[in-house]
């Protein structure tokens, strides 16, 4: 199966990256596309500077190129798609990777970060599919990943529109899992637990420094250590691969959630 075209959102950095060097270590050709004008939000997200990087260091790995990308903007979404066909002559695999987080009690979360979060948690997915689908048809072994969350399996306090977005992706992977079978087309959602990416260090365990974060992951997950983003990579080249499965959502979290 090796020799796939797959196009990666988010894929500067974090789980997005990790998901990129997977495919790469598995013999496909990679476009990564993320952010590259800043946006303002309570972290920083990536830029053009790290895109830039991300590409050129996974270029060790094999066929790797990036494009400039905002999952909430259509004519971006058709864009990066367009230069996917280009670059390497079709879409095999889509993997809607970009997402946001925002926290805080619901009475006092600002509505701006509500519509944001469902903004390129949701309706990006939405945007990208739909900009990639006739690529996908075209191919006769096309998956698609959504890079949802154990958060779309259970509710948590303080992450309500968070828990909310991720739960709708999982609706969105069955509904599409059903709808695009007719066409061959698997999809599937990876439900990673916690990898110490920007959101957990720039935001949701801000300025709490790498120690705090293992010691209170090795306390909360079964298997004793956060997840990583080879975790992800690798469970992200198994759903694109695995030919009879399609519209599960798949938690790689240590036992921390086992739905
Ligand atoms: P991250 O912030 O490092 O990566 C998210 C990426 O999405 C960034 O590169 C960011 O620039 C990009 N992005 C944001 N808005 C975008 C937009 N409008 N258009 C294009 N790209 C955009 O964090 P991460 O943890 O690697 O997150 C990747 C995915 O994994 C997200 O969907 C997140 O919700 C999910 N997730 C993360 C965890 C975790 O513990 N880190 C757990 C479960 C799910």
Redesign the pocket.
């Known amino acids: 199966m090796a020799g796939r075209s797959v196009l990666v ?9 990790g998901i990129a060097a997977a495919f790469l270590r598995a013999g496909d050709r990679v476009m990564i ?3 590259t004008v800043p ?1 303002d ?1 309570n ?1 920083e ?2 830029s053009a500077g ?1 895109l830039q990087a991300t590409q050129a260091e996974l270029a060790e790995l094999g066929e790797v190129d990036a494009v400039g ?5 259509s004519e ?1 979404c058709q864009q990066a798609v367009a230069k996917t066909i280009e670059r390497f002559g079709g879409i095999d695999v889509l993997a809607n ?5 925002d926290s805080g009690p619901l009475d006092a979360f600002p509505e701006e970060s509500w519509d944001r979060i469902f ?3 949701v309706k ?1 997915i939405y945007l990208m599919t739909r900009a990639a689908l006739d690529a996908l048809r075209a191919s006769d072994d096309a998956a698609v990943v959504i ?5 779309g399996k259970r509710g948590s306090a303080n992450l309500s529109a ?1 828990c909310a977005s ?1 739960f709708a992706a999982v609706g969105l992977t069955q509904s599409l899992a059903q709808e695009f079978a007719p066409d061959g087309i698997r999809v599937n959602a990876l ?10 260090h720039d935001h949701l365990m801000a300025n709490q420094g790498e120690e705090a974060f293992e010691a209170r992951m090795q306390e909360l997950i079964p298997l004793g250590r956060p ?1 990583t ?1 080879d975790d ?1 990579g690798e469970a992200a080249v198994y759903l694109a691969s695995a030919r009879n499965v399609s519209g599960i959502a798949l938690a790689v979290a240590g036992g921390l959630e086992m739905h």
């Open positions: 959102t988010g894929g500067a950095r974090g789980i997005g990256r596309a993320d952010v946006a939000w972290y997200l990536a790290e990308l905002d999952v909430t903007d971006s990777n970009a997402g946001v987080v903004d390129v948690n990006g890079t949802a969350s154990i958060a968070y991720k439900c990673p637990g916690i990898v110490g990416t920007a959101m957990w997840q983003a992800m």
